[in-house]
């Protein structure tokens, strides 16, 4: 069973950084079978949850929002099975939720984590 566990939330000054994490269970990350798309969401209050970042099992895949593009970055660990997002100056705008999704390629079976929060406030 698939199960994706965030940390790494917490509170951060407006162009401080962060580096959210998601623990990936249930699938191991391949160098050379693409099956798997592992995403960051995020939802801010009273807005619908939007797409931040995504990186494909293989690794040699990668997209940003243009919101996001050029200050955060997301990575993979196989060694860990882990997905990271690094998030550097940040705005006060990028407060909410941040979630963790995977989608497997073959059916777009869709998994999530529980979120974790990020707070951007001085």
């Known amino acids: 069973q698939v199960q994706l566990v965030e940390s790494g939330g917490g509170l951060v000054q407006p162009g401080g950084s962060l580096r959210l994490e998601c623990a990936v269970s249930g699938f191991t990350f391949s160098t050379y079978r693409m099956n798997w798309y592992v995403r960051w969401y995020r939802q801010a209050p009273g807005k619908e949850r939007e797409?931040?970042?995504?990186?494909?099992?293989?690794?040699?895949?990668?997209y940003h929002a243009d919101s996001v593009k050029g200050r955060f970055a997301i990575s993979k660990s196989n060694a860990e099975n882990t997905v990271y997002l690094q998030m550097h100056s940040v705005k006060p705008e990028e407060t909410g939720v941040y979630y963790c999704?995977?989608?497997?390629?073959?059916?777009?079976?869709?998994?999530w984590g529980q979120g974790t929060q990020v707070t951007v406030s001085s």
């Open positions: 797409l931040v970042a995504t990186i494909t099992s293989t690794g040699d895949t990668t």
């Open positions: 999704n995977a989608r497997r390629a073959e059916d777009r079976s869709d998994y």
